[in-house]
């Protein structure tokens, strides 16, 4: 009896410590996906200055920024972070936020039109959903209704 009351206690230890290796492992990946959300308006900085001056006087400049932001980028992404540029993909209320919506019949219903921001996931979690124009087909009924 006093093996089996060893081997209970010795099998209780074990799970304690994996118990705690697991936390602290979700702990850290918790702490970092904070830093990361941190740094996405960082990131969203660096893209507008970037779109926002073009001209030949700035591209010193523009190339400094440009190294910067890919080496900002390059950290985060082996960091397990994944860009949702989801540009002509179809509309999934899990990664993308719609923020616009257009009626055409060109698209089919539910098609990403346009990205207004990018998003981002870490390790399978929504740090920011993308921001984006869905494409809706128009409803016959309120077009009458409106005749």
């Known amino acids: 009896e006093l093996r089996q ?3 209970r206690r010795q099998a209780d230890f074990e799970n304690y410590r994996k118990r705690i290796e697991k936390e602290r492992f979700e702990d850290s990946r918790r702490a970092t996906a904070r830093v990361i959300e941190g ?3 960082v990131i969203d900085g660096f893209e507008h200055a970037l779109a926002a001056h073009r001209e030949a006087e700035y591209d010193n400049y523009r190339k400094g ?3 910067i932001y890919r080496q900002l980028l390059d950290s985060v992404t082996k960091l397990g972070v994944e860009r949702i540029d989801p540009a002509g993909k179809s509309f999934d209320p899990h990664l993308h936020q719609a923020v616009d919506r257009a009626e055409t019949t060109d698209r089919e219903d539910g098609a990403i ?3 207004f921001q990018p998003g981002y996931v870490f390790h399978g979690r ?3 959903p993308a921001m984006v124009r869905v494409a809706v087909h128009p409803n016959p009924a309120s077009k009458k209704a409106v005749n």
């Open 5 to 7: 009351t060893l081997l």
């Open 39 to 41: 740094l996405i308006p």
């Open 65 to 67: 920024f440009e190294l």
């Open 113 to 115: 039109l346009q990205v």
């Open 126 to 128: 929504v740090l920011r």
